[in-house]
């Protein structure tokens, strides 16, 4: 699926939840969303994640049901007009399978497949998975989190998860891991985790990350602006630069045009770098 792409990948959020395409019908919120997809494919975007439910802390789960029917005839529609790879944001082993009759590329999920059935829906659908770190559910996940050694606690995490895939016939190289940034962690350890995503590199997979107009985004930027719309676009594409230089390869965004555009300019920077052969020297301003 990747092969074709270039790296690092921009993966754009579409989410069909009720709150994102106010109502309108099923029609309007499915024409919606397939502009919305448009959009993004004009803005140079790699992959759309397709979610159905809210994973927002304090977030209620959906029914198998009601995600089926958000999220299906969007991955039905979208693919009719396009062969853009296509990801759905899900746990639910119902909607695996029928993202992958649908032909979806890829199921992101972020309780990494844990769902009863998940992951055997996972491995005969033979798709890619992304296995998103979280501690507790999107309910209470920001409700005092605490671990006894970040870094280490999410890596051991990462290695039951691809033996649990293996296990269940889910070849690695089919797997994506993702750490999680804002799911059941502090300001200061999710901006760990971007200082230290090299940690995870040693499992050898891909790094997705989704920093995207996240609440450690808005708490860095509160009160430095009256209005801090545009702000917390640029705050989220300067932690998705900062991600890819420390080893990400997919970041998930919201602002696909921004987010390309900072990427081409980091790329050429980091290029140059390459080229010439000289090793970069950092120094703070006086
Ligand atoms: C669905 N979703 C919301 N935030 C996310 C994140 O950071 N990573 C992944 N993989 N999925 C996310």
Redesign the pocket.
Known sequence: MFDRLRTPIVMG?LNVTPDSFSDGGKFASLELALEHSRKMIDEGVDII?I?GES?RPGASPVSTEQELDRVIPVVEGLRKISDIPISV?TSSPQVITAAAQAEANLI???RALRREGALDAAAASGLAV?L?HMQGNPETMQINPVYSDLLNDIKVFFKQRIAACVGAGIPEERIIL?P????GKTTQQNLRIINCLSEFKTLGKPL????SR?STISKILDGMFADSGQELIAGSVAGALMAVNNGASIV?VHDVAATVAAMAVQKAINTEVAAAGYVKTTKMNE
């Open positions: 959020i994640d979610g994973t944001d992101n999920d972020v992304c998103m993702d999680g940034f804002g799911f997705l990350v989704g920093l996240k998930r």
